[in-house]
């Protein structure tokens, strides 16, 4: 008799039944040994399978979820954006534009020598105030000097021998009164070699007062009151004539009043009301207000592309100096007119400037150049007309040509 152990049917159908395994003990017949091994080899393969299924159907369940599955072979095509339009508008400018100026003094010099020489003394210095012909540094040349004596003694040379010819023709005139006494010829030499000594003697005078003029550039005095701002010589210094870019030894400055200069861009010449006076005020003088009139204007744009005004400033207490900075309202012409456009419909970038134009349901970049800007909209210039459609909130995403709805 053999005694073998089998599960149950119920634990063949594996831990998922969740019941609890029973173990039998089944006494089988010497004769019927070789059919129940049969028996448990193909109850072994049905739980394998059950198992296998068990497992399959778990792993789906826990892939699938609730999530839907993805379908790649899906190519839907984008929908266009849709963009936030508006027309360009066409509106009187503001009474005034805000514009930079900076202070310069109404009269500046360089002071350089005329001639070559030494710095022998110096009797301002900077921040010193001077009047007009007060004598500011004298040079020393002493080959002037020598000049001077030699041209003196040339005309003293001179003059004597002019001196000498002119008795000389009073004596023959005196004595030509009598008939045969002198020949007429040599009353005429006489009278000949009187002028060109006389005139030997002129020339040597010349010299002379041309030497002094010379030397009297070894002389400087200041040309217009004002202050010298700058002092860059000292005593004893060699000092000869240069030209503007070379460093001068005196720079003199009239400040009592001031050029406050300010450059009005090429797009807004023709609307600047020169009969207006301005108000302007000082960064470094915050909250005082000044008002004067334009008291000059170039007529002429510069090499920025800008016109140059000017206007007198008064300086009686000393207060202002060269070189401030001020910002300046310049009024503009009563009923002169601009594009206008939202603040956010122009694209900056490192590049350009443009605003994106609407034209066919069409996307058209249009280069603009900016002018004053307001709180909600900005002055534009380029191709560009009252009406135009364009996006508001443009960026440069947006490309030339690109659908717009």
Do not use: W
């Not at 010379?214 to 005095?221: C, D, K, M």
């Amino acid at each position: 008799m053999n005694i073998k152990f089998n599960k149950s049917d119920n634990e063949a159908n594996g831990p998922a039944s969740g019941k609890t395994l029973h173990h039998m003990v089944k006494i089988v017949p010497p004769q019927q040994h070789r059919s129940g091994h049969r028996f448990n080899m193909e109850f072994i393969k049905r739980s394998k399978l059950s198992a296998l299924c068990i497992a399959a159907t778990c792993l789906l369940a826990a892939c699938g979820g609730n999530q839907k599955p993805v379908d790649l072979t899906e190519n839907k095509s984008a929908a266009p954006k849709k963009y936030e339009t508006g027309t360009i508008a066409e509106k009187t400018l503001s009474s005034y534009a805000r514009l930079p100026g900076q202070l310069n003094p109404f009269n500046e010099v360089n002071l350089f020598p005329k001639v070559n020489g030494f710095v022998k003394q110096i009797y301002v210095d900077r921040g010193s105030e001077v009047r007009k012909g007060q004598l500011l540094l004298t040079l020393e040349a002493p080959e002037m000097e020598s000049q001077l004596q030699a041209a003196n003694s040339r005309y003293l040379q001179a003059q004597e021998t002019a001196n000498a010819s002119k008795e000389k023709y009073a004596r023959l005139k005196q004595a030509a009164q009598e008939p045969g006494s002198v020949s007429p010829l040599d009353l005429d030499n006489a009278l000949t070699r009187m002028k060109a000594d006389n005139a030997i003697a002129q020339a040597e005078r010349s010299n002379v007062e041309s030497v002094k003029t010379v030397q009297g550039y070894l002389r400087i005095y200041a040309p217009f009151d004002g202050t010298i701002v700058q002092r860059n010589v000292s005593p004893g210094a060699l000092v000869a004539p240069g030209k503007a870019t070379d460093q001068p030894m005196l720079v003199l400055q009239d400040t009592r009043k001031l050029r406050l200069e300010v450059a009005i861009p090429e797009d807004y010449v023709d609307k600047v009301d020169l009969k207006q006076a301005v108000t302007f005020s000082f960064n470094a003088i915050p909250g005082v207000d000044h008002t004067a009139k334009i008291s000059r204007s170039a007529n002429s744009l510069g090499g920025m592309r800008s016109e140059a005004i000017e206007i007198d400033v008064m300086n009686n207490n000393s207060q202002l100096k060269p070189g401030m900075y001020a910002e300046v309202k310049i009024p503009m012409v009563s009923g002169a007119k601009s594009l206008l456009v939202p603040n956010g419909a122009i694209v900056r970038s490192t590049e350009r400037k443009y605003v994106i134009v609407v034209k066919d349901g069409k996307a058209a970049l249009t280069d603009i150049k900016d002018g004053m800007t307001g709180k909600d909209s900005t002055e534009i210039f380029g191709n560009l007309k009252a009406g135009d459609k364009i996006v508001l909130n443009a960026n440069d995403e947006l490309k030339n040509g690109d659908a717009v709805k």
